[in-house]
């Protein structure tokens, strides 16, 4: 069961839409699979140090069983809003967003993932949701809250490669129209966790 879940999340935050997806597309178009590649393995380094940040901040509570139904509503909360937004961002014209980041060398587009999906303060917000999820509903620790989590990681390194593969084959197809129904999906996808989470603790 671990297996099934840690698919079925790392799929959607796979499809999650926000500057790290369209700075992953617009390496690959303007620079190549190569550098998206590396662009890749910099976002995959900064989720690593997220979910160590989100696991060390709620691990204090999570021991207190108390406290573990307040941690499943606030986990909730937090899947359900990244729902909503997902779901208003479907109705706005979705335009590529380019950043850039003053680093030379081989590490530069390693450092441009770490860097761009670092700087939102909602990735932490997500992966705080994504762990009282783990711990409380699930009731993972130790060794199956690092298959899970690991699980989803290898699912979000594997499609940002392809979606790096994809964005030079397949240019024709990254179109608006394809956005907007992907935060649609990944809108009800979040809300849909978040609501089983309350129904969990009700």
């Not at 990244?82 to 590529?96: A, D, E, N, P, Q």
């Not at 081989?106 to 860097?115: D, N, P, Q, S, V």
């Not at 992907?182 to 609501?195: D, K, M, Q, S, Y």
């Amino acid at each position: 069961m671990v297996f099934v879940n840690g698919l079925l999340f790392g799929l959607v935050l796979a499809v999650l839409i926000g500057p790290v997806f369209f700075t992953l597309l617009q390496t690959s178009i303007e620079k190549g699979f190569d550098k998206a590649i590396l662009v890749a393995i910099g976002i995959f380094f900064s989720d690593v140090v997220y979910i160590n940040l989100a696991y060390f901040g709620l691990s204090q509570f999570i021991k207190n069983s108390k406290y573990n139904e307040w941690i499943g509503y606030a986990g909730g909360v937090i899947l359900i809003v990244f729902g909503i937004v997902s779901l208003f961002k479907s109705r706005k014209k979705t335009k590529i967003i380019h950043r850039s980041v003053s680093v030379k060398g081989f590490f530069r587009y390693i450092f441009k993932g770490f860097i761009i999906n670092g700087i939102s303060p909602f990735v932490l917000i997500f992966w705080l949701g994504a762990m009282s999820m783990a711990t409380i509903e699930y009731g993972y620790s130790g060794k199956t809250l690092v298959l899970f989590f690991g699980i989803i990681m290898l699912i979000v390194l594997i499609t940002d490669v392809l979606k790096a593969y994809l964005a030079n084959k397949l240019r024709t197809l990254i179109t608006p129209r394809l956005f907007t129904i992907l935060n649609v999906i990944v809108g009800v996808a979040l809300i849909a966790f978040g609501l089983r989470m309350f129904v969990y603790n009700w």
